[in-house]
């Protein structure tokens, strides 16, 4: 996961892993990776609400027109999370920040989620985290679910901190975490400064699906045009092949055809057979001992076994010889035992073997490169 940190006007990049390290800039976006901006709470504006209870997407809509009322001439953009549920309402965290923000970092940064700061913390048990960014005071309570409550102060006292724990209602405060040395008269587990902002510590327990904007998988258009072409060059390539054959055969039926027609024409006359009528029947006949190949019946063979979200990457169909036609093509399918059993009910499969050993991605897919023999042809 990479993360840009926007505060101030200002971008910084971090690689979280197994360790979390600075570094100048991250490289060109990768294959499903993850690539997170977050926007500083010094940044954005907190608002706490109670809307509603309604469908996620609807409270989104709500919290969008609110916003809009709310800064009626400034074009924002907002992150929230649900702090608690009731039985008709909804209590929510709401941080807003310029929507020049976004448009900032995109030119540098091409990021696939936006997530504001204070909501990048989870933890374990009810705890009340206090950290100080610059100089400002930030207090989260924050449970299992995300962040409860929020409170940023310029200089920390003890009152403000008692008058925040006691708006905590119905949050059942375990610990006091704090990164700063703080006198109160409370326990409190005292944790050191970081080189690093304190949610790097935390962003990787967090549930980013509610922040995505982008996908992280960008279609290569380039590649999918030239993929199209390639596959129509091969399969024209495959048509003129085919043709050839046919051309090859029927002239083996001619050459075979004048070299026995002494023999079988005896034959015929003894039979009182006509010549001519001889002549078509065996072209006819020794034509149907040479089985024309429809690469349409192929394709359309293969797909029939596919689930959804299976598809063909390459394929070559040719004769293995005049009455066996044999297809040698790679599919990418999350169900490969299932695509498997479904050749094994086809009637007009002869045979099929794997020629590789299954590969399977990260993202569970398998490539399966095939070798199909056919009865049927068209």
Same mark, same amino acid.
């Given at each position: 996961?990479?993360?840009?940190?926007?505060?101030?006007?200002?971008?910084?990049?971090?690689?979280?892993?197994?360790?979390?390290?600075?570094?100048?800039?991250?490289?060109?976006?990768?294959?499903?990776?993850?690539?997170?901006?977050?926007?500083?709470?010094?940044?954005?504006?907190? &608002?706490?609400?109670?809307?509603?209870?309604?469908?996620?997407?609807?409270?989104?809509?709500?919290?969008?027109?609110?916003?809009?009322?709310?800064?009626?001439?400034?074009?924002?953009?907002?992150?929230?999370?649900?702090?608690?549920?009731?039985?008709?309402?909804?209590?929510?965290?709401?941080?807003?920040?310029?929507?020049?923000?976004?448009?900032?970092?995109?030119?540098?940064?091409?990021?696939? @989620?936006?997530?504001?700061?204070?909501?990048?913390?989870?933890?374990?048990?009810?705890?009340?985290?206090?950290?100080?960014?610059?100089?400002?005071?930030?207090? &989260?309570?924050?449970?299992?679910?995300?962040?409860?409550?929020? #409170?940023?102060?310029?200089?920390?006292?003890?009152?403000?901190?008692?008058?925040?724990?006691?708006?905590?209602?119905?949050?059942?405060?375990?610990?006091?975490?704090?990164?700063?040395?703080?006198? &109160?008269?409370?326990?409190?587990?005292?944790?050191?400064?970081?080189?690093?902002?304190?949610?790097?510590?935390?962003?990787?327990?967090?549930?980013?699906?509610?922040?995505?904007?982008?996908?992280?998988?960008?279609?290569?258009?380039?590649?999918?045009?030239?993929?199209?072409?390639?596959?129509?060059?091969?399969?024209?390539?495959?048509?003129?092949?085919?043709?050839?054959?046919?051309?090859?055969?029927?002239?083996?039926? @001619?050459? &075979?055809?004048?070299?026995?027609?002494?023999?079988?024409?005896?034959?015929?006359?003894? +039979?009182?057979?006509?010549?001519?009528?001889?002549?078509?029947?065996?072209? +006819?006949?020794?034509?149907?001992?040479?089985?024309?190949?429809?690469?349409?019946?192929?394709?359309?063979?293969?797909?029939?076994?596919? @689930?959804?979200?299976?598809?063909?990457?390459?394929?070559?169909?040719?004769? #293995? @010889?005049?009455?066996?036609?044999?297809?040698?093509?790679?599919?990418?399918?999350?169900?490969?035992?299932?695509?498997?059993?479904?050749?094994?009910?086809?009637?007009?499969?002869?045979?099929?073997?794997?020629?590789?050993?299954?590969?399977?991605?990260?993202?569970?897919?398998?490539? #399966?490169?095939?070798?199909?023999?056919? #009865?049927?042809?068209?």
């Amino acid at each position: 996961m990479y993360i840009c940190f926007y505060k101030n006007g200002e971008k910084e990049y971090y690689e979280v892993d197994k360790n979390i390290k600075k570094i100048d800039k991250p490289r060109k976006k990768g294959f499903l990776e993850k690539r997170v901006l977050v926007i500083s709470s010094k940044d954005a504006h907190y &608002l706490k609400e109670t809307f509603p209870k309604t469908t996620y997407e609807n409270l989104k809509n709500i919290i969008q027109n609110h916003i809009e009322d709310v800064y009626p001439n400034e074009k924002m953009d907002f992150n929230f999370n649900i702090a608690k549920t009731y039985e008709n309402t909804v209590k929510v965290n709401i941080f807003v920040f310029p929507f020049a923000i976004l448009e900032d970092v995109k030119k540098d940064f091409e990021f696939t @989620h936006v997530i504001a700061e204070p909501l990048c913390f989870k933890t374990k048990e009810n705890d009340i985290l206090i950290y100080k960014e610059d100089d400002i005071y930030n207090i &989260l309570a924050v449970s299992e679910e995300g962040l409860y409550s929020y #409170l940023q102060i310029k200089d920390f006292s003890r009152d403000y901190f008692e008058f925040f724990l006691k708006g905590l209602s119905d949050f059942e405060m375990k610990n006091i975490i704090s990164y700063e040395d703080l006198s &109160l008269d409370m326990d409190i587990v005292r944790k050191q400064p970081k080189a690093y902002p304190v949610f790097l510590d935390y962003i990787k327990s967090i549930d980013l699906k509610p922040y995505k904007r982008y996908s992280a998988f960008k279609i290569n258009e380039d590649l999918v045009f030239r993929a199209i072409i390639y596959f129509l060059i091969g399969y024209g390539a495959a048509l003129y092949v085919n043709h050839r054959y046919y051309q090859e055969n029927i002239k083996k039926i @001619h050459y &075979l055809d004048k070299k026995l027609k002494p023999f079988i024409k005896a034959g015929l006359v003894t +039979k009182e057979t006509n010549k001519n009528h001889y002549n078509k029947s065996f072209i +006819k006949a020794y034509k149907n001992t040479v089985i024309k190949i429809d690469p349409i019946f192929i394709l359309d063979n293969i797909t029939s076994h596919f @689930h959804k979200g299976d598809y063909l990457t390459q394929i070559d169909i040719k004769p #293995l @010889h005049p009455t066996v036609p044999q297809a040698n093509f790679t599919i990418v399918t999350k169900k490969p035992f299932e695509f498997l059993e479904s050749l094994s009910k086809d009637s007009c499969i002869k045979d099929f073997n794997l020629e590789s050993p299954l590969s399977e991605n990260m993202q569970k897919v398998y490539n #399966l490169n095939m070798k199909v023999e056919y #009865l049927c042809v068209h």
